[in-house]
């Protein structure tokens, strides 16, 4: 590698990656078991050895090999010695990040932090259910209720569809707020939480300079987040790999043209990403793609057919490995034109043809250079990595958690004082209020039953005070009786009631 570029293979000359141009993002692309992961981990490597921090998914653990000691084996030292490659078994220094905590680091963020847009995408919600989200929120934010995990979400749903006077509120403000549609969303949360969505949400959130920082020896930390697991929810996936993007271009500063990238993102499995989106979202990943390299981030998109990716994200995206397309459907011929199109020709290459042809390990590759002009496509045998090519072991995995940087730091989950909490405090105040005003109704009660026997029965003299009294009748007895249950149920609509039965049967004989 040169100080100021990483190699990527050799064709007629050897194919480079100007580092100054790292920042203006790339597309990896491929039909599956054509050299993907091996072309991802040649540019993790050589981002990492020139300093540069790596986020990437692993999709199939194939990748999270790059903590590991390289194999001297003969294929790997043939290949270098033909790309003109100084190979030496190397390893690179490595995070492992997982979402539900198993076989790395926990990575978290809070509800408020993914937004009612990425969060409406994450629940599947129609335009009128994102409606209600994003009233949701801005309620939350006007009232101090802080929404960090889902069960304040829920909470908050729970109030909205049981509070009359809160609907009212929010319809005279914003619109109609329907009972469907709150109990459609809470529906879609249930969803969300079996699929695993509630070990996402909370805190401690993710800092994401912990993303951003480099080793003792100044190469750049290769984080990757454990994804096999996680692809059995893809919805969960692409949109945690977009609120991350996002959060990066909302957090970074502006650095403008750079030596070399601040950090590298690359988006497996990108066709996720973009599939069945709304157009207000794709618009937003357009934006987040064009604007986020001014602060020094690459985006490198890896997916089979360059198809899944829009042609508003594909202008983006400089630089290209172009691994084999096989052309066996209609859509596969189109895809195999698409790719071939979008490289700068080659007159001494039939692009379209060789695309089908490249074996295993060979890729069409094209950088900018110059001036950021991409360069001549060029049939590339790609280097082979200094890393292991494959995965670890579980043991192997455990060690480099143990050693982690980040022990301890997001292990543990915090429940702090947000929506949900808040909302309990005051239903259970509430609760006490109405009860101390039934305590201060019957005390008062009291008094009007002792006029009411006064009336009805007469009164009595105190005890011990001269006149005596004739033993009480019948009918006294059942008056007195009925006016002592009074003083203890008047103040309430049962008591009111029992009394106006009561002196209508009196009136009555």
Known sequence: MADDALLLGKSTKQEWLALRFGNRHGLITGATGTG???????????????????????????????????????????RAKTVGLDWHADQFPVVFWDLFGEQGHPIRATVAEMGPLLLSRLMDLNETQEGVVNILFHYADQHGLALLDLKDLRAMLQELGSNKELQNELRAAYGNVSPASVGAIQRQLLTLENQGGSKFFGEPALALKDLMRTDREGRGHINLLAADKLMA???????????LLSELFEELPE????????????????????????????????????????????????????LDVPETVLAQLGNRVQHALRAFTPRDQRAVKAAATTFRQNPKLNTEEVITQLGKGEALVSTLEGNGVPSIVERTLVSPPLARIGPVSEQERRQIIAKS?????????????SAYEILQKRARQKIEEAERAE?????????????????????????????????????????KNASGSLARTVGTQIGRAIMRGVLGGLGRR
């Open 36 to 78: 993907k992961t091996v072309s991802l981990q040649v540019l993790a490597e050589g981002f990492s050895a020139a300093g540069v921090p790596v986020f990437a998914a692993d999709i199939k653990g194939d990748l999270s090999g790059v903590a590991a000691m390289g194999e001297e084996k003969p294929f790997i030292l043939e």
């Open 233 to 243: 929810s893809p919805q969960l996936y692409a949109t945690f790999l977009l609120w």
């Open 255 to 306: 650095v403008g043209d750079v030596d070399k990238p601040k950090l590298v993102f690359f988006f497996d499995e990108a066709h996720l990403l973009f599939k069945d989106a709304p157009k207000a979202l794709v618009e937003k990943i357009e934006q987040v793609v064009r604007l986020i390299r001014s602060k020094g981030v690459g985006v490198y998109f890896v997916t089979q057919n360059p």
């Open 405 to 417: 940087p980040f022990r301890g730091k997001y292990d543990e989950t915090i429940d702090s004082e």
């Open 439 to 479: 305590q201060a109704q019957q005390a008062d009660s009291g008094g009007l039953g002792g006029l009411l026997g006064s009336i009805l029965g007469g009164g009595s003299a105190p005890a011990g005070k001269g006149r005596g009294r004739a033993p009480m009748s019948t009918t006294e007895i059942i008056i």
